[in-house]
């Protein structure tokens, strides 16, 4: 019974999605651009098919934004969500995401080695989620990521983390290992079009990995006092 019920909990709800990948790039001209996939896809299903949907996985709080890549990025959206409504810094917002989702991965983890041990290693090894939080604090166009990543005590028991990393001007969060130095659009593209320059690393993974990334890509552009969407996928995500 116990085991159904964790059946249950990680296959009938649909709830342990994962989402890939987004480029954020602070440009020469002070502005954020970011440019994602809108490919969600459902890792923990019965009949082992590719499941997925599109969603843009690009949110804001306020004036404080952040996009998501990770497994159960429902989970990460809503509680990303509620530290940001309940605090006004966002250092302080961070910290209390970061808690609670380690709480949330540490059952998720538990239980997922325990009946998807084939899953639980590929978590070991890539990590569980990124979430970044980008804007304007402090007058300053800002990017931190927060990695959660999870290993396994001298026990045998879960241990999920997370680390906050500041980003300079460009960041990269799900798929991206795969991305050549000389597939790199030219210089005076990243320099005269940066929404161009993070759209093609999207469609670069779109391309080598079409079952994890594919099109649309959302773009927008980050003001200090205003937000440009110049693409925007209006799909409703069952979260």
Known sequence: ????LALVLLVLTSLKCFSTCIVIYIADNGHIYV???SRRSFIFNQNNKSQFESVCKIHNVGSSYFAIAGIDDSSLLKNATVALKENSQIDSAIKVFGTTMVKHYDKLMTETKLY?????????KEGLASVSFFGFFDGSPTIKNVDFLCSVGKDGK???RYRLRKVYNITVIGISQDIRSEELPAKQVI???????VESLVKIEAKKQPLAVSEPIDLLELKENSAVWLR???EIASY
Do not use: G, T, W
Not at 1 to 4: E, G, I, N, Q, V
Not at 192 to 197: G, M
């Open 35 to 37: 440019a994602a996939d």
């Open 232 to 234: 925007k996928n209006e």
């Open 1 to 4: 019974m116990k085991r159904l």
């Open 158 to 160: 879960v241990i999920s």
């Open 116 to 124: 998807y041990p084939d899953k639980f290693k590929h978590f070991l």
């Open 191 to 197: 320099e005269q079009n940066p929404e161009l320059f």
